[in-house]
C-alpha cells in the first residue's frame, strides 16, 4: 500500500512542478496583444455597431452620443440617465 502511495504522491508532484513550470515566463507581448482599451477595443465596435447616421450620433433622442470624442465623456464616470437604472438606484 505503501508503495502505491508512493507511487501516487510522485505523479501528483510532477503534474504540480510540469504545472506551474512556465508560470510567469510568458512574453510581454502577449499581455499587450489582448490589452482592452477603450479607444482601441470598445471605440471600433461603436463605431461600426452604433455610431453611425440614425442611430447614436449627435442630437439623437436619447442624447447618448457614441462617436469618437464624445462616447468616453458620456459614458464613464458618469450617472446614467437610463430610466431603469435610476429606477435601480444605480450611482458610481
Known amino acids: ?13 510532477l ?3 510540469w504545472g506551474c513550470s512556465d508560470m510567469g515566463t510568458e512574453s510581454k507581448e502577449k499581455d499587450q496583444e489582448t490589452l482592452v482599451t477603450f479607444s ?11 455610431a453611425f ?7 439623437h ?11 468616453y465623456d458620456l459614458m464613464v ?5 437610463n430610466a431603469l437604472s435610476q429606477k435601480a438606484d444605480v450611482s458610481l
Open 1 to 13: 500500500m505503501t508503495r502505491k502511495f508512493a507511487a501516487i504522491a510522485r505523479v501528483l508532484s
Open 15 to 17: 503534474l504540480l512542478v
Open 40 to 50: 482601441g477595443t470598445i471605440q471600433p465596435i461603436f463605431n461600426e455597431s452604433c
Open 53 to 59: 447616421t440614425g442611430c447614436h450620433v449627435e442630437y
Open 61 to 71: 433622442s436619447t442624447g447618448l452620443n457614441l462617436t469618437e470624442g464624445n462616447s
Open 77 to 81: 464616470n458618469v450617472i446614467s440617465k
